[in-house]
Nanobody, 115 residues
């Protein structure tokens, strides 16, 4: 069983910053591919950023230069540091973990950016 718990969402003003955290627990390989997705109202879920087992990272074009994904393997935790937030970043953000070909998802955390 794998459990992912996101935290750090909230309401911020445009131009502000927010950091999301995702803590993973359960039985899984200790250095998994993990990532962040988001889903805005009326839109499909999209990949925001991910980090693989070798800590290589990938970002959506819309967040490059503004968001940073990182890993703390000692705590089985990933982070998403979000800077220069825009109203279009408003969405529910989901943490994911891939273990042995199975994707696990967190419950999501709401990020709202006001103008």
């Amino acid at each position: 069983q794998v459990t992912l718990v996101e935290s750090g969402g909230g309401l911020v003003q445009a131009g502000g910053s927010l950091t999301l955290s995702c803590a993973a627990s359960g039985s899984f390989f200790s250095r998994n591919r993990m990532g962040w997705y988001r889903q805005a109202p009326g839109k499909q879920r999209e990949l925001v950023a991910d980090i693989n087992s070798r800590d290589s990272t990938n970002y959506a074009d819309s967040v490059k230069g503004r968001f940073t994904i990182s890993r703390d393997n000692g705590k089985n935790t990933i982070y998403l540091q979000m800077n220069s937030l825009k109203p279009e970043d408003t969405a529910v953000y989901y943490c994911t973990l891939r273990s042995f070909g199975v994707d696990y998802w967190g419950q999501g955390t709401q990020v709202t950016v006001s103008s």
